[in-house]
C-alpha cells in the first residue's frame, strides 16, 4: 500500500469556507462508516461481514439492486455494485450518480466520515465513485441564515485501495476542488461578483496554484481597440476587464499553446434585445459559467503540475439597459476592423468573445478552445444532457474533446460546421451580422467566431449544462462547473 496522504479541499475566503479531507489509509475497521465497492462476483466470506447480512446483500443482488444499505445502528455498511455489462464511461458516471446518493444518505444520518474500500482493485471505478460523493458534498449556503446547520456534516473521505496511487488520488483532489471553485464564481449574485471582482478572485487563484494573471483594465481595453466588449458595456456602471491566465512550466511539451477563452458575461439583461421574463433573466448570473470553467482549468492545471502550455482569456462585463447602451442597428468595431451590425443585443456574448479570439493571435495556437454559455439554440437542441461543440480543428482532435466527454460525462455533441452557415451571417451594411437568423442559431454563433481566427479551433457552447434549476444528481442545483472536468481530462490526456 502506499503511505497514508491528506490532502484538503480549500475554497476561496471570499465564500463560506467548505473543508473536505480525502485521504488514503492503509486499513478501516466494521466500525467505521464504510462503502465497500465490489461486482457481483465478490466472495463476501472474506469480509468481515455477518451470515445474515451476506444473504440480505445476495438476495438484493438477485433483485437487480446495485447499492444494499446495511444498518449497524452505530455505523452503516454500504455495498455497491454495477453493472458490468454497459461501456466503461456508463459504469463509471453509474458509480458517480451512486456516490450522490450516498452522500445524500450520510448527511441525512449526520455522518461527519466515510471510508470507501476497493474490493475490485480497479482505480477508474474508485475514482468515479469517490468523485461523485465528493461533488455531491458541494453546497452554497453563505447567505442563509441558518447555514451553519444546513452545512452538510462530511467532512472526511479516506479511500483504502492496492490499485489507487496517490497521483491519481492528487489529479482527483484539484479537480474536485477546482469544481467547487467554479460553482461558487458562478453561484455569487452578480450584485457580488461584477467584472472587477471576478478579475480580482482569478488573481487569487493564480497566487494560490502558482499559474501568472494579468488583468487589464478599461483604459487598456481601449487602448487595444476592443471594440466588442467596450460595447456590450457601454450600458453597464461597472468597469469592464479583461484577464490572461499564463501556465507555462519549464519542463512543457508543447511549444505553441493551447488557448482557453471562457465567455465572462456577469449578468445578463439582454440589453435593448431585454429577456423575457420570468425565468429566463433570474438566473443570468450564470453566463460567466465559460469563464468560470476557464479559471477552474487553469487552477487544476497548474496545481497537479501539467507540463503542457496553456493560456487562458476572459473578457468580462455585464450586459445592461441604459441611455448609453448599445443598441440594435448599432455597428461596432471589432479590434481586428472588422465591422458588425448589431442586430440583437442578446446576442452580446459572441461579441466580446470575438476580440479575445482576435487577441489570442498573436499567440499562434496549437489549439482554441472557447468555452461559453452562448446560445438559447444549443440548450434546445440537446437539453441539458451534454453540451454543443463544433469547429475546424481536426478530425483527431475533435474525436480526442468527445471521447475526453465520454469519460467525465460532459458530452459533446458536434454539430456539423459547412461553410454555408457563414453565408447566414453576412451583412449588407457591415462585414458582419451578430445574428444568422431563426435557423441554426448555435451554429452560426459558432461560425460568427470562428471568422476572427487563424488557427485550429473548437467552439463549446455549454448552455444547456451549465447551470441547474433543480438538483440534477452530482452536479447539484445551480451552478454545475461544467467544463473544468472536461477540458481537464482532454489537456492531461494531450499530456500523455
Known amino acids: 500500500m502506499n503511505r497514508e496522504i491528506t490532502l484538503s479541499l480549500h475554497i476561496f475566503k471570499v465564500f463560506m469556507m467548505k473543508t473536505m479531507n480525502i485521504r488514503k489509509t492503509q486499513s478501516y475497521t466494521f466500525d467505521e462508516n464504510i462503502v465497500l465497492l465490489v461486482d457481483k462476483e465478490t466472495d463476501f466470506s472474506g469480509i468481515n461481514l455477518t451470515l445474515p447480512e451476506i444473504n440480505f446483500i445476495q438476495k438484493e443482488f438477485g433483485k437487480k439492486s446495485q447499492q444494499v444499505l446495511l444498518n449497524r445502528f452505530k455505523n452503516w455498511i454500504i455495498i455497491?455494485?454495477?453493472?458490468?455489462?454497459?461501456?466503461?464511461s456508463q459504469i463509471k458516471e453509474s458509480l458517480r450518480k451512486a456516490g450522490y446518493s450516498i452522500c445524500q444518505h450520510l448527511q441525512k444520518q449526520k455522518v461527519e466520515k466515510v471510508t470507501i474500500v476497493d474490493c475490485i482493485r480497479d482505480s477508474g471505478h474508485m475514482l468515479a465513485l469517490t468523485e461523485g460523493l465528493a461533488l455531491s458534498?458541494?453546497?452554497?449556503?453563505?447567505?442563509?441564515?441558518?447555514?451553519?446547520?444546513?452545512?452538510?456534516?462530511?467532512k472526511e473521505i479516506s479511500v483504502v485501495s492496492d490499485s489507487l496511487n496517490e497521483g491519481e488520488l492528487h489529479k482527483l483532489m484539484a479537480l474536485v476542488e477546482a469544481v467547487y471553485v467554479s460553482r461558487d464564481l458562478v453561484n455569487e449574485p452578480a450584485s457580488v461578483m461584477t467584472s472587477v471582482k471576478l478579475s480580482e478572485e482569478f488573481q487569487k487563484l493564480g497566487k494560490e496554484a502558482g499559474f501568472k494573471v494579468d488583468i487589464f483594465d478599461k483604459k487598456k481595453i481601449e487602448s487595444l481597440k476592443m471594440g466588442g466588449l467596450l460595447a456590450v458595456n457601454q450600458g453597464s456602471t461597472q468597469l469592464p476587464t479583461f484577464s490572461v491566465f499564463e501556465w507555462k512550466p519549464a519542463n512543457t511539451i508543447n511549444a505553441k499553446p493551447i488557448v482557453l477563452v471562457g465567455k465572462g458575461v456577469v449578468y445578463d439583461t439582454g440589453g435593448y434585445s431585454l429577456k423575457p421574463t420570468p425565468d429566463s433573466m433570474d438566473y443570468m448570473k450564470c453566463d460567466m459559467a465559460g469563464a468560470a470553467a476557464v479559471a477552474g482549468v487553469l487552477y487544476t492545471i497548474a496545481k497537479t503540475k501539467l507540463p503542457v502550455y496553456v493560456i487562458g482569456l476572459v473578457p468580462s462585463t455585464d450586459n445592461r439597459v441604459s441611455a448609453d447602451a448599445y443598441s440594435p442597428g448599432d455597428i461596432i468595431t471589432i479590434s481586428d476592423g472588422t465591422t458588425v451590425e448589431v442586430l440583437n443585443t442578446d446576442a452580446e456574448g459572441r461579441l466580446i468573445l470575438a476580440d479575445a479570439l482576435v487577441y489570442a493571435k498573436q499567440f499562434n495556437p496549437e489549439l482554441l478552445i472557447d468555452i461559453a454559455t452562448l446560445t438559447g439554440a444549443a440548450h434546445?437542441?440537446?437539453g441539458?444532457?451534454?453540451?454543443?461543440?463544433?469547429?475546424?480543428?481536426?478530425d483527431e482532435t475533435i474525436a480526442n474533446i468527445v471521447a475526453s466527454?465520454?469519460?467525465?460525462?460532459?458530452?459533446v455533441a458536434v454539430f456539423p460546421f459547412w461553410e454555408e452557415y457563414g453565408e447566414m451571417i453576412k451583412s449588407d451594411i457591415a462585414d458582419l451580422k451578430n445574428i444568422g437568423?431563426?435557423?441554426?442559431?448555435?451554429?452560426?454563433?459558432g461560425k460568427f467566431l470562428e471568422y476572427f481566427t487563424n488557427y485550429p479551433y473548437f467552439h463549446l457552447d455549454i448552455a444547456g449544462m451549465a447551470f441547474m434549476k433543480k438538483p440534477d444528481n452530482y452536479r447539484g442545483t445551480g451552478a454545475t462547473g461544467m467544463g473544468v472536468r472536461l477540458l481537464y481530462n482532454f489537456l492531461n490526456n494531450y499530456c500523455k
Open 80 to 88: 455497491q455494485t454495477f453493472d458490468k455489462t454497459k461501456k466503461t
Open 137 to 154: 458534498n458541494y453546497q452554497f449556503v453563505k447567505y442563509l441564515k441558518d447555514a451553519e446547520e444546513k452545512t452538510s456534516s462530511i
Open 380 to 382: 434546445r437542441a440537446i
Open 384 to 394: 441539458t444532457v451534454g453540451v454543443v461543440g463544433m469547429g475546424n480543428a481536426s
Open 405 to 411: 466527454g465520454n469519460d467525465v460525462y460532459e458530452r
Open 437 to 445: 437568423g431563426e435557423l441554426a442559431g448555435a451554429i452560426t454563433a
